[in-house]
């Protein structure tokens, strides 16, 4: 079974979306082990670029297998394409395994984007921090339905 990891700086705050989250990981649970993981994100104003090198440390300590960066500068996939890629990490990398990484509301050290597979942008639009692991979760239920041949997805 495909292990997916999400690495992601600060706690979801939100009770509504900390429930949708865990549906979806429920949900997920048919197709892969899903490992969440939120990491401590704490910088000052004057501490921005320190702390994201600091962030960056932790997140590239945790990652494995096929590494995806969440950033705004990164590609855009329909989810046809975004389901094409989970399965291509399946199939190629580390026994399947997949990271995504959500930055904190300051974005990723780019160390950390250096080392991805693939940088991705849900879209050009910015988003609520905390609203792109809901989103992100959603779109991996998605690509595993697509995949699945389910009618999810349309």
């Not at 082990?33 to 600091?54: F, T």
């Not at 297998?65 to 590609?75: F, P, R, S």
């Not at 998605?142 to 009618?151: E, F, H, N, P, T």
Request: hydrophobic letters at 35%.
């Amino acid at each position: 079974m495909q292990t997916i990891q999400i690495l992601a700086l600060g706690k979801c705050k939100e009770d509504y979306l900390r429930k949708w989250c865990a549906e979806y990981e429920k949900r997920l649970s048919r197709f892969c082990k899903l490992e969440p993981v939120s990491l401590p994100q704490n910088p000052g104003e004057r501490e921005i670029s320190q702390a994201l090198e600091k962030e960056g440390e932790m997140l590239r300590k945790r990652m494995r297998g096929y590494y995806v960066a969440m950033c705004i500068e990164g590609k855009q996939l329909d989810s046809y394409k975004f389901a094409q890629t989970l399965e291509h990490a399946a199939v190629e990398y580390d026994g399947g395994n997949v990271t995504f990484c959500i930055g904190s509301s300051y974005g990723l050290a780019n160390s950390v984007k250096h080392r991805a597979n693939l940088r991705l942008s849900m879209s050009a639009m910015m988003f609520p921090h905390q609203l792109a692991r809901l989103m992100l979760l959603e779109q991996i239920y998605r690509g595993y339905q697509i995949l699945a041949g389910a009618k999810y997805h349309k």
